[in-house]
Nanobody, 119 residues
Framework: QVQLVESGGGLVQPGGSLRLSCAAS????????MGWYRQAPGKQRELVAV???????NFADSVKGRFTISRDNAENTVYLQMNSLKPEDSADYYC?????????????WGQGTQVTVSS
């Protein structure tokens, strides 16, 4: 059974920092591209950051320079370090795991963790 369990969300003031964690089980973690998505009320889910199985990273323009993504393959965990947080970063943040083997695609989602940026 595949599980992605996020943690680290909460309430933070503008300009503050949070680090989200996503612990994976039931998959061979090192073979998966891992990503963080977010969804604010009334908006579509959007990609925040992704780190490939090889360690390459990509970020949404809105978070470049403020967020970093990293992974620890020994701990089967992916992290999202969020600095200089803004109210518009408030959303539910979801961890995503993806792998393609030929034409087969494997996608898994976590249950989400809420981030609220407010004074």
């Amino acid at each position: 059974q595949v599980q992605l369990v996020e943690s680290g969300g909460g309430l933070v003031q503008p300009g503050g920092s949070l680090r989200l964690s996503c612990a994976a089980s039931g998959i061979i973690f090192r073979f998966y591209d891992m990503g963080w998505y977010r969804q604010a009320p009334g908006k579509q889910r959007e990609l925040v950051a992704v780190i490939s199985s090889g360690g390459s990273t990509n970020f949404a323009d809105s978070v470049k320079g403020r967020f970093t993504i990293s992974r620890d393959n020994a701990e089967n965990t992916v992290y999202l370090q969020m600095n200089s947080l803004k109210p518009e970063d408030s959303a539910d943040y979801y961890c995503h795991a993806r792998r393609e083997i030929g034409i087969a695609k494997y996608d898994y989602w976590g249950q989400g963790t809420q981030v609220t940026v407010s004074s």
